[in-house]
């Protein structure tokens, strides 16, 4: 999970309801201020995290003519989800709703730059836009991910992601976020610790179902890298110089297997969307650069 600087929208950056076939969805969209948009990006946040891990790419990428638009994903944050049922919430559904997602952008935008979209998931949302990508890579002007690799995450992080499925099977949400505040809890919500009430807001409103389908997807995640690569889609893995989800060589490997550009911010750990923003939105507006979305 990013741990965002704010919850608050800066200027030019909408909150709205993202209208789609398979439901509405919470998001964040920034627009360009001047000059034709160069393209549409959607934005899919990871385990534990929610659209505002992304709000301060909005106002670079904006500026660098795109239009961004960040997603609470099913029972993610501020998108609506069944709280007791973890059927919606299997990878191939997630996949579905970022389908649904692509359609709608189309659909709403009147200019060129919207022809196809450029996808980016961070960490969990990596895995859910690589399953998107690979159900139908029609839509897709290029697939960016971010800290996001090619497999379950490293065993010490599945270890956690047990614990933490475990607890949210026996407690509720509230006596959960009670808890880990003292426990070792997996990397992607161990910035939940701390007295931030955002955060706990963010927290106390994630559907306990999805948490738990999502968190065992992170632990199983089979290797689909040659699925994804056999798509010849345009393909850019970014990441921090330090990841403890996913470490740095897999990534490297996974970048070489995929014949994926690589970015390596430094300074930044799991989250480069938060640690480096600057430097994270200047590549990823350079790689949408060599890749138009017409």
């Known amino acids: 999970m990013s741990r965002p600087a704010t919850f608050t929208p800066p ?40 659209k505002e891990d992304f709000i301060e790419l909005h106002a670079p990428l904006s500026a660098a003519g795109y239009r961004t638009v960040a997603v609470d994903g099913r029972g993610q944050y501020e998108s609506e989800g069944p ?6 919430y299997q990878q191939r559904e997630l996949a579905r709703d970022v389908l649904a997602q692509v359609a709608a952008l189309q659909a709403g935008a009147a200019d060129a730059g919207a022809d196809r979209v450029h996808l980016l998931g961070h960490s969990l949302g990596g895995l859910v836009a690589r399953a998107a990508v690979i159900e139908d890579p029609t839509p897709f002007a290029s697939l960016t991910l971010m800290s996001s690799g090619p497999a379950a995450v ?4 599945q270890e956690r992601a047990k614990l933490l499925q475990d607890t949210l099977a026996a407690l509720d949400m509230a006596q959960v976020w009670e808890a880990i505040q003292g426990l ?14 955002d955060l706990r807001r963010r927290w106390m409103r994630n559907s306990p179902a999805q948490l738990i389908a999502t968190a065992g997807q992170l632990r199983t995640e089979p290797d689909r890298v ?12 970014l990441s921090g110089e330090r990841d403890d989800t996913w470490p740095v060589p897999l990534l490297d490997d996974m970048a070489a297997r995929l014949g994926a550009e690589r970015t390596v911010v430094a300074g930044a750990e799991h989250s480069p969307n938060t640690d480096r923003p600057g430097v994270t939105a200047a590549a990823l507006a350079a790689f949408w650069d060599r890749h138009p979305a017409a």
Request: glycine residues 14%.
């Open 226 to 237: 040659d699925e994804l690569a056999a798509l010849g889609l345009a393909i850019h893995v």
């Open 184 to 197: 070792d809890a997996p990397e992607d919500a161990a910035d939940l610790r701390g007295d931030g009430e």
């Open 154 to 157: 490293a065993q010490p992080q």
């Open 83 to 88: 709280k007791d049922d973890e059927r919606p």
């Open 11 to 50: 200027p030019g950056t909408r909150a709205h309801r993202l209208r789609t076939a398979r439901g509405d969805f919470a998001a964040l969209t920034g627009e360009p201020a001047e000059g034709p948009v160069r393209g549409t990006a959607l934005l899919l946040p990871g385990f534990t995290g929610s």
